[in-house]
């Protein structure tokens, strides 16, 4: 039915670049809000940034200043520039989407499948 899929992972350097990109896609109606979360090992899933369709954000304290969330809603897709990345950083990233389907009337969250992001000299 809905599938999100996510790009842009991989190793980077402390003090590095990557843009996350997700894509959503199959009967989509509206997409209410996109997301980025992450799961570090032994640690709960946490919220990084989120944005709702009108475009108002959300940041966690510990990425203010350094990742940015973007959004096109014409493509239902969904980004995450990260800049200035730590080993604290280093976690899977999930893409989310609150969202509700044509033949439904109700709205969802649905989750991609996770890229891997590792910040290590």
């Known amino acids: 039915q809905v599938q999100l899929v996510e790009s842009g992972g991989g190793l980077v350097q402390p003090g590095g670049s990557l843009r996350l990109s997700c894509a959503a896609s199959?009967?989509?109606?509206?997409?209410?809000?996109m997301g980025w979360y992450r799961q570090a090992p032994g640690k709960e899933r946490e919220l990084v940034a989120d944005i709702v369709s009108g475009g108002t954000k959300n940041l966690a304290d510990s990425v203010k200043g350094r990742f940015t969330i973007s959004r096109d809603n014409a493509q239902n897709m969904v980004y995450l520039q990260m800049n200035n990345l730590k080993p604290e950083d280093t976690a899977v990233y999930y893409c989310?989407?609150?969202?509700?389907?044509?033949?439904?009337?109700?709205?969802?969250?649905?989750w991609g499948q996770g890229t891997q992001v590792t910040v290590s000299s």
């Open positions: 989310s989407a609150y969202l509700r389907l044509h033949y439904s009337s109700a709205y969802s969250l649905y």
């Open positions: 199959g009967s989509i109606f509206d997409i209410r809000v």
